[in-house]
């Protein structure tokens, strides 16, 4: 199948083509990102393979089925940038990747509470430069805290596990409780109460119009005073705003984020010699109680051969007219 990949990093390049080896797709790799503006580069080409960061608007669907486009797949497993309607409408089949090595991002997030708690970020930076002083690095001990988990699917699940295994009480919200989790000790509350409890927040529930802005002003007033925030689902969980205004405050605590609400202008792009216009992201840069990561939380060898792998088959499947259930998108999921 003739495929237009967009947003190829070197890294997309090198995994998508290993996996190819024995199947033989035809691929076209393009750096820019999927959008109105740069559609026209998928003419010629049956599907277009896509990643978090390109539009896949109405108007955008529009175009690729003018181009002769008939399916769209997905190298990640959120779909909150594809109008799935639109999609459904015109005929494509969208597939995804719903499952890479969850313990990715469980992990990463894991990393950004280890380094906003204990510093190691600034322990490095000082110890390099001579300074061996640990004055204002001082942490604190997971053990005995209480963790709240908003959304416990598969990577929830992993992160929960491993809150336990600091030996915290891990509190939870999710529409649908997973009853395994609950056996290993999970405390399933109300979403209010996971926010008034929790002395660490962390966002693993996917972005719909439901958790659209799920933290906002009045959800951080429920919080503790000092607590920490982590998100490593999709940016628009947040509302950027807010966070800024609770950790002026000193309401919010610390924020972890690898997800940012208007990311797709800045993120996975070297704009080190640039004027970055984004004042929302600068102004939570300057905060020393605020780590940011640029979408890495799924970025490892494991994951990336995952993601690979099941795209490759998703393509195979297309082209045998046998798409997989459990990777495919469609309406029911975003009703
Ligand atoms: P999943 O589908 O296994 O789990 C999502 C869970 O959220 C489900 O249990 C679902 O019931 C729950 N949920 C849905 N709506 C909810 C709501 N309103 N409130 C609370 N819970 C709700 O998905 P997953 O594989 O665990 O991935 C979770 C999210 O992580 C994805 O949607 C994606 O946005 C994000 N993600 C980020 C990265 C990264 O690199 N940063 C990589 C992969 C996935």
Redesign the pocket.
Known sequence: MKVAVFSTKPYDREYLEKANATTGHEFSFFETSLKPTTVKLAGGHQAVCVF?NDTLSREVIESLTALGVKSIVLR???F?NVDIEAACNNGFSVLRV???S?H??AE?AIALIMTLNRKTHKAYNRVREGNFSIERLTGFELAGKTTGV?????????FARIMKGFGCRVVA????P?KQLETEGVEYLS?EDVFKQSDIISL?????P??HH?INKQSMKLMKKGVMLIN???GQLIDSEAAINALKKGRLGYLGI??YEQEENVFFKDLSEMIIQDDKLMRLMTFPNVLITA?????TDN?LTQIAQTTIQNLSDIENGQLNEKNRVCMDMVK
């Open positions: 978090v990640c497993a959120g909150n719903p499952a890479y969850p990715a991002v990463h908003v959304g416990t699917g598969k990577i929830g699940a992993a919200y999710d529409l649908y997973n979403l693993h529930c996917p972005l719909t439901d958790t799920v490593t689902s999709r690898d997800v979408h890495q939380a799924y970025f994951a």
